[in-house]
């Protein structure tokens, strides 16, 4: 069965730093075409956070995240991560990872990511 686990998301002050993971079961992200991190704010779509393309490893950020946020992956841990720094009150969100798989596709469960004062 295949899931996604997110965590490491909390409260943080304006400034801080977080690391999001996403954990892997029932299949390794080394099979995936590509896997991402989105962000859902309140009120507001669902938007591309930052994404890594499995060929050749080349990541994608959103222009809002660009020189703050990092996207990685540990194979060997089978887990996704994002190191997010500098972080503002618009970064404040729920984030999901997600795994594309040709034809499917994965979602996590989402972590809350709050930054306020």
């Known amino acids: 069965q295949v899931q996604l686990v997110e965590s490491g998301g909390g409260l943080v002050q304006p400034g801080g730093s977080l690391r999001l993971s996403c954990a892997a079961s029932?299949?390794?992200?080394?099979?995936?075409?590509?896997s991402s991190w989105y962000r859902q704010a309140p009120g507001k779509e669902r938007e591309l956070v930052a994404r890594i393309i499995s060929a050749g490893g080349n990541t994608v950020y959103a222009d809002s995240v660009k020189g703050r946020f990092t996207v990685s992956r540990d194979n060997a841990k089978n887990t996704m991560y994002l190191q997010m720094t500098s972080l503002k009150p618009e970064d404040t969100a729920v984030y999901y990872c997600k795994v594309v798989r040709p034809p499917r596709v994965h979602w996590g469960q989402g972590a809350q990511v709050t930054v306020s004062s």
């Open positions: 029932g299949f390794t992200f080394s099979s995936s075409a590509s």
